[in-house]
């Protein structure tokens, strides 16, 4: 049986020394070696590496948009549609909303739950 290897969260400056060994060597293995991190997290960093060189090599967070903001425009639409139709739930205005918005792929009913209480239209 394999034990397997654990690896800590990396650092910057080893992320760094990551992918300037894989622009030297084009080995994605002797980088990982070098800079002790596993392929997995080589392969997660990429893209930002790629995209953002160095700078995308930082924290995560500052690189990412956060996924569940919603746009106030959505927001106000599920906010006057409940208004229109009150006896609608939240399943029947996601549906209402993920057919409006098609660019959006589907909203969810927990979104709109969520809309809704901040409103104060959810019991």
Known sequence: MNKRVYYPKTTVQQ????????????DVEQACTAARVSRSTFYYWKDRFVTHGDAGLSEERQLLAPANI??????????????????????????EISD??????????????????AAGLWW
């Open 15 to 26: 992320r760094l020394h990551l992918f300037k060994v894989w622009e030297k060597t084009g």
């Open 70 to 95: 919603l746009p106030e425009a959505i927001a106000e639409e599920i906010v006057s549609m409940k208004k229109r139709n009150p006896t609608w739930g939240k399943w029947q205005i996601a549906r």
């Open 100 to 117: 409006r918005h098609p660019e959006r792929l589907t909203m969810s009913p927990n979104t709109v739950r969520r809309v809704l209480t």
